[in-house]
Every structure is written in C-alpha cells, then in structure tokens.
C-alpha cells in the first residue's frame, strides 16, 4: 500500500473472556471502527499508520491475555471487494461509508 494510501479493513474477533471482548470493542470504537456485529467491526479508509497504531493498542491488550482458542483477525478489503458485500438479513446501515451502489440485500 503506498504511503498516505487508506485500505478498509474488516476486524472480527472470538474472545473466550467478556472483560477482554469488552476492552477490544472499545479499542476498535476509539479507533473510528464501527460495529457491524458484535465481533464484527469495519475500519473504512484507514491509512498505514493508523492500522498500525490500532495493531498495536490491539496487541497490547491481548498479549499474554489470550486464552488458547481465542483469536482476533483483521482482513483488508479493496473497494472493488467492498462492492460485492452481501447482506442476508438485518437492517444494518455501517456498510454506508462504502460506495455500495450495487450492494445486494437478499431477505
């Protein structure tokens, strides 16, 4: 990713511990991320740096917090990705900061 570049990202995470679930959603909100599910959160035209100040704050909460099983995953999504977003069910109006002209809702 070129520098000054913004990426979407897609971070969900399955934490066995509430304190820890509840501290990693707080971090993600202060991060500008918003909830799409309760594990599911969307970071929207994030640049390099910020992703990496978010990893950080991210890692030091968890590290060595962890139990085995749990995990917290982060997965870029281009635009061109972005545009072919799926909703099944909900009404869950967080994908709108995407250009979602053809987003498809199927009920």
Partial sequence: MPPGSK?????????????????TAKILTKHGCERVQKSV?????????DLERLEHDLKKLLNGATA??????????????TREIRMLAGDNKV????????LKIIL
């Fill in 41 to 49: 959160f969307v970071a929207a035209h994030l640049k390099k740096h």
């Fill in 7 to 23: 990426m979407h990202y897609l971070i969900c995470y399955d934490l066995e511990n509430d304190r820890l679930r509840t501290k």
């Fill in 68 to 81: 085995q099983n749990d995990s917290l995953l982060v997965i870029p999504l281009r635009d061109e990705h």
């Fill in 95 to 102: 994908f709108t900061f995407f250009d979602l002209s053809a």
